[in-house]
């Protein structure tokens, strides 16, 4: 039935999107916002099963190449695990600390685990961009990100 990587993988896509977008159906509704909390989760979980479905009925095969590309070293397996292990700090900070002083320090800290060496640029980029992303999503889009100890 399955013959194909990209149609075992799309099934579990479609299954992953089907679950997410339920939870996106029991978001909680606000009254009196222009764009609800629920508006994003439920475009994204129908994108991905759009995707998947394109994926799905994709004709192309897997060369030998591309097969030996998709091996992963032991070495890398290892930074595949500590920057996990970093997102999932950043998931628990992110409602105690709030979304921009815990998406600074794990833009700043995941880009020096990665090798970035150039470190003003490095806080520069991880200072501008969540007070980019807080700013616009709290103030023109009107969904609100969480603030933690911050003041704002």
């Not at 629920?38 to 994709?58: M, Q, R, T």
């Not at 070293?73 to 695990?81: H, K, Q």
């Not at 150039?118 to 980019?132: D, S």
């Amino acid at each position: 039935m399955l013959k194909t990587l990209n149609q075992k993988i799309s099934i579990v896509l479609i299954l992953l999107s089907a679950g997410y977008l339920y939870m996106s159906y029991n978001l909680k509704e606000y009254s009196y916002v222009p764009v609800d909390s629920d508006f994003l989760p439920k475009v994204l979980g129908y994108l991905l099963i759009v995707l998947a479905v394109f994926l799905f009925f994709d004709k192309s095969s897997e060369t030998e190449e591309e097969k030996e590309k998709r091996q992963v070293p032991g070495s890398e397996i290892l930074v595949l695990l500590a920057v996990g292990g970093m997102i999932f700090l950043y998931i628990f900070l992110l409602e105690i600390i709030g979304f921009v002083l815990s998406s600074v320090l794990f833009v700043f800290c995941c880009s020096l685990f990665l090798g970035y060496r150039k470190h003003k640029i490095n806080a520069m980029v991880a200072v501008i961009f969540p007070l980019v992303m807080y700013l616009s999503f709290n103030y023109l889009l009107q969904i609100s990100l969480p603030q933690g100890i911050l003041p704002f």
